[in-house]
Structure formats: C-alpha cells, structure tokens
C-alpha cells in the first residue's frame, strides 16, 4: 500500500515540473560576423595579404554605445530588431568609414521569459568609404550561431 | 404435448445460451462517455484560475480489449511572464486507441495503454513580449489575433474501473511529444496550447474522469 502513496506522491513532483520556466537559458544573442580583407604591395613588390583591423572604433547609427578592439579579425555587430537598415560608423586605418546593412529582421517568440529573439536576413551591404571596394554576403543569414557574413574588401 | 413443452423449452434454453456467448464475443460491446475532472481541477489549481481546461470522451469497447477513443475539449488560458502576456482560447481534440492490457474478460476493470494524435486550434494574442537587444536596448512587442494550429501526439497509461452499475471512473497519465515546433514567416508560436499545456517539446498530462457506459 506504501508503494501506491510513493508512486502517486512521484506523479505529483512530476506534474509540478510541468511548470514552465520563469528564467531564460536560451542564447538568444545574434550578431553579423564582419572580416576584413586587404591585398596590399609591399615595398619589395610582393603582394601581402592581410584581414584585420589594427585598431577599430565602432558606433551605431541611433545608439550612443561606442566599441573599440585592437587586432580586431571578426567584428560582431548586431543589427536593428526593429527596422530593415542598419549603419555603424566605423573608424579604423585614420579614417571614418560608414557601413550600412539592409536586411530583414524576423521575431522569434522564444518564451515568456526569454521574449523574442530576432534573426535577420542580409539582402544588401554598402559602405561610403573609397578605400572600401566592396561589401560581400557571405552568409545572408543572421542567427545565434556565430558565422561569417559580411566581408569587407579594402582598395590599397 | 408435454413433449412439444418440453422441445420449446430446450430451444429458448439454446437461443438464450447462444445470445449470451454471443454478447461476450460480439465486436461492439459498449460505449462509454467521460468527463473529465481531473486535469481541469489541476490547471485551474495550478494557476489559479487564469488556466481553464474542460474536456470529454467517447470511446466504444470492440472485441473485450480495444478501445477507440475520441477526446474533446476547449481551454482559456490568460498567463504571464517577465511582464509579457499570453491571451488565447482554442479547442482541441485527440483520436487515437486504447488496449486492455491486464484483464481480457468480460470485465469492466482494466489498465489500459494508447496511442493518441492530437490537435488545437486556438487565438491568442501575445503583448509586451520582451525583444532582446543588447546593444540597441530592450523593446516590448504586442501580437494581437494570431491564430493557430498545433499538433502532437500521446502515450498514455491508465485504468477504468466500474463503480457502480454504468457508472466508470479512472485515470490517465500521458507523455505528450509536440510535432509542430517551428513558425511560418511573420508568425509568432503561442506560450500555451490547448489540450497540451504550456509549450514544450515534451510534456505530461493527467486526466482523472467519471464515466457512464451505455
């Protein structure tokens, strides 16, 4: 009879754990992973090949929360959740350079307690910047899991 | 006379004898219909009142050991969390089998193992839902007049017992495997699922029901 009341007091604990969960575990964090990419001459005529910011300063366009990194080879920057552009201002090499990703943010409702996390898809890169020759998609899509997306081709 | 008596007796004795093995053997012997107790006193227990679950069932017992089953019910649910909100209703129903696992007579009192696919559609709208951003700050969302359809399916584990002439009762216990996991475009999964319960790949349920079979 014992075994009965065990066995019912182990359901109850368990249909208690049914319960959803009031914190959140999920990573939820997405950012576009940006590289750099340079051919650059070297003075004895050879072509030297390099993809990191030696020094980059970082600013959104709409925020005031500036990021600075040294030796910088991937850059994470996380895209508006809430319109379809997104600019950062980029400051490296002595210069200002703007960078501006059009893309197509989507909401995924996770839980009550982890809200939505936003996932993007990149339709187009630009930057206002000469030395800048182009804004490659490499991955268009933006999610939790880190990959390369955008690279930067620089003019030297 | 008293012969031809005596011969009409015998065939009343044998035609009664053959209806009886024939009612232990027909294939349809009875239908039931419950209504369920159990879960509905649990949801509304659990969050107190701002979960309201109702169900019934049908099944008919064919051949002493099968038990097709048809389920049916409706669920409000009004549930929040880290400020956001889910509001919907929706009804739900499960078609699926039980099978007498224990006793295969005549009976009434059995344990009982099934399988069941279910399905809810409901609306709901979700608002103040949290929009994580670390760098460009925290926003809140609203989704208003989504609508729905989810499945799953279920084990479950049970018994039924006679009480009293017709009267039944008995118990589920079900493992509930949501199949409807991802969203469409623009659309926005629901925090609670009626007939399932709060949204999980994997849940459990309970039913306690009063019976009556026909």
New interface residues.
């Given amino acids: 009879m014992q075994t009965k009341w065990y066995i019912l007091i182990c359901?109850i604990i368990?249909?208690?754990?049914?319960?959803?969960e009031?914190t959140c575990h999920q990573e939820?964090?997405s950012a576009v992973q940006i590289t750099l990419s340079a051919d650059s001459i070297t003075s004895a005529g050879d072509t030297a090949y390099y993809a990191q910011w030696d020094s980059v300063t970082v600013v959104?366009i709409?925020?005031d929360?500036g990021m600075q990194g040294k030796g910088v080879k991937v850059m994470g920057?996380?895209l508006?959740?809430?319109t379809s552009l997104t600019a950062y201002l980029m400051l490296y090499h002595n210069q200002i350079d703007t960078l501006y990703i059009q893309h197509t943010p989507?909401?995924?409702?996770i839980?009550?307690?982890?809200?939505?996390?936003?996932y993007h898809t990149i339709t187009a890169a630009w930057s206002s910047d000469p030395r800048v020759d182009s804004v490659s998609i490499i991955n268009a899509s933006v999610e939790t899991v880190a990959q390369d997306n955008l690279c930067i081709y620089l003019h030297e | 006379m008293n012969r031809l008596l005596l011969i009409v007796t015998l065939c009343c004795l044998a035609l009664c004898a053959s209806a009886r093995e024939y009612a232990d053997t027909a294939v349809y012997q009875g239908l039931s219909v419950k209504l369920d107790i159990g879960n509905s006193v649990l949801e509304l227990a659990r969050s107190a009142g701002k979960i309201q679950s109702y169900e019934a069932a049908i099944n008919v017992r064919l051949a002493k050991r099968f038990y097709p089953t048809l389920e049916a019910g409706y669920a409000m649910a009004e549930r929040g969390a880290d400020g956001g909100m889910h509001k919907g209703q929706g009804g739900f129903g499960r078609l699926g089998m039980d099978l007498a696992v224990v006793k295969k007579g005549a009976s009434e009192n059995n344990m009982l193992v099934g399988l069941r696919f279910g399905g809810a559609y409901q609306n709901y709208d979700l608002t103040n839902v949290k929009l994580h951003s670390e760098y460009w700050g925290e926003q809140r969302l609203n989704f208003y007049d989504q609508q729905r359809f989810d499945c799953w399916g279920e084990i479950v584990a049970g018994c039924q017992v006679q009480v009293y002439k017709g009267f039944q009762m008995g118990w589920y216990i079900r493992m509930k495997l949501l199949f409807t996991r991802n969203a469409k475009e623009g659309e926005v999964m629901p925090y609670y699922i009626p007939g399932l319960g709060f949204r999980k790949d994997f849940q459990w349920g309970f039913n306690y029901y009063l019976a009556y079979k026909f």
Avoid: H, K, N, Y
Wanted: hydrophobic share 40%; net charge negative; proline share 6%.
């Fill in positions: 359901l368990g249909l208690a754990a049914c319960e959803p009031t939820l964090d959104g709409g925020s929360i920057l996380e508006r959740p809430d989507r909401q995924q409702f839980s009550m307690a982890c809200g939505c996390a936003v």
